[in-house]
């Protein structure tokens, strides 16, 4: 741990460095259109890669000059095409990179110190280019946003894939929860509301809030950071936080309210347009042996109405019982998480919750199981009755069965081609140049003109 901490703080001290020396040691490391590059510009995201875990690579300023250039680029026509992004948006944006680093840093305090500079000051620094980023993500949207593949184009994409070069895919299932979640009655439940008005009081009386926060708040997330959750608009909270955040006036502290995580209170330190800036204490209620018994009943009850009346179907059961709020109201049905633009339902095996896959294992398919108790990765445990509709075995890519698969990665290729051909015509239209210390990178081949025009003088 020591050694991750010493590592992270010389990554830090670098980017210090980096910036100190911006006056003295930088120079022009590559121009595009009317964009100029620095080395200090290259030099400080490397040492932010190097800060999220990246290992020591000199390959990753050439990439970091090609993102670089490509991002101008994208920026120069956004002001043509009259692109741009909300403040708002850029101020949420860097709101959750420095929550990132302050967590990885071990707190405010100490990013600040290693830093050499408060982070508000970091963030005024850093505000330019990731809203320059945005924008190039919001430019590029708009260069692919009418590509679409035909069925023929999705064939003919198949077809042109070399039979010993067709993607395998693993065991793949549909399977579908009914989950029931212990639930606390109203008396279990006040002792840990009495605990939250406890800290509350304590706050009102001239305890500082973070340091409540710090000791008391199981909020992981924010508790290392005295409760401080930044900016968010109304969509970045559940909707009980959000709407006691956005009655409150900077200053105010709310009262006791209760989410689905449990009774909060929180602080309103800022109000910018439609954002917020609060922090937050959360006393987490902990499942009895009571409450998941009464889970098990229920659960015990609606398997038995399954078993024994045919026209009451598993999506009608999960849809009217079922306390998963991303499943029920689509017939109980798990989504492939890494396919969700695709609303795919087939999860690999090994995707799977690994109790779940335990349990699926062993089912037949179109059948379901008794109420299984399973505790999630976090510690959490629910009963769950799962439905599994279809297995799919391991196999090579074929359009009978992995026709929204392949359809995927035909859009993917052609969403490709067509960034591919936008830049290529930019760039030849398009003064470029790349300094001497980077004309060796491969990634920059084409960005690089003929050595006769290519460098940059001194």
């Known amino acids: 741990m020591r050694k991750f901490v010493f590592i992270f703080f010389s990554c830090l001290l670098t980017a210090t460095v980096s910036f100190a020396q911006r006056v003295t040691l930088d120079k022009v490391a590559g121009v595009v259109g009317n ?32 993102r ?19 403040e708002d948006d850029v101020d949420g944006q860097i709101d959750r990179r420095m929550r990132g680093m302050i967590q990885r840093a071990g707190g405010q305090d ?85 605990k939250a008005e406890g800290l509350r009081t304590r706050v009102k009386n001239g305890e500082d809030f973070g340091n409540i926060a710090r ?91 399954l078993s024994k009346n045919k026209q009451f179907d598993f999506s009608t059961a999960a849809s009217i019982y079922s306390d998963d709020k991303e499943t029920k109201y689509n017939g109980g049905m798990l989504m492939n998480a890494e396919n969700v633009q695709a609303r795919s339902t087939l999860i690999p095996t090994d995707k799977l919750d690994p109790a779940v896959a335990l349990v699926v294992d062993t089912m037949k398919v179109n059948s379901i199981s008794k109420p299984q108790l399973i505790t999630a990765q976090d510690g959490k445990s629910t009963y769950k009755i799962l439905y599994l509709r279809s297995v799919t075995d391991a196999h090579k890519a074929n359009l009978a069965q992995d026709l929204p698969k392949i359809k995927e990665l035909a859009q993917n290729d052609k969403t ?23 004309q060796s990178c491969k990634q920059l081949k084409d960005w690089i003109t003929p050595p006769a025009t290519a460098q940059i003088k001194e």
């Open 215 to 305: 000791l008391y708040s199981q909020d992981p997330g924010s508790a290392p950071e005295g409760g401080d959750l930044g900016f968010f608009d109304r969509q970045g909270m559940v909707k009980e936080f959000s709407a006691t955040a956005f009655k409150l006036k900077a200053g105010e502290i709310s009262q006791v309210f209760e989410s689905d995580y449990g009774f909060h209170f929180l602080q309103v330190l800022e109000r910018r347009g439609e954002q917020v800036h609060a922090r937050h204490i959360l006393i987490a209620p902990v499942t009895t042996p009571a409450s998941l018994d009464r889970a098990k009943a229920k659960a015990d009850s609606v398997y038995n109405q």
């Open 416 to 438: 490709n081609r067509t960034v591919s051909e936008w830049f290529e015509k930019k760039r030849k239209s398009t003064f470029s140049r790349i300094d001497t210390e980077y």
């Open 35 to 66: 964009s100029v590059i620095l080395k200090s510009d290259i030099e400080l995201q490397y040492a932010q890669y190097l800060v999220s875990g990246g290992q020591p690579n000199d390959d990753i300023k050439c990439t970091i000059l090609g």
């Open 110 to 194: 100490r990013l600040e110190q290693f830093l050499g500079r408060s982070t508000i000051q970091y963030k005024d620094e850093i505000r330019p280019d990731i809203k320059e980023q945005m924008i190039a993500e919001k430019m590029q949207g708009k260069i692919t946003e009418k590509v679409s593949v035909t069925p023929q184009e999705v064939t003919r994409f198949f077809e042109r894939i070399p039979k010993d070069s067709l993607p395998s895919y693993n065991k793949e299932v549909e399977v579908g929860e009914i989950v029931f979640q212990p639930k606390l009655n109203k008396e279990e439940k006040q002792f840990y509301k009495d």
């Open 68 to 86: 670089l250039l490509t991002q101008k680029l994208l920026a120069q026509q956004a002001v043509i095409d009259s692109v741009s992004v909300t």
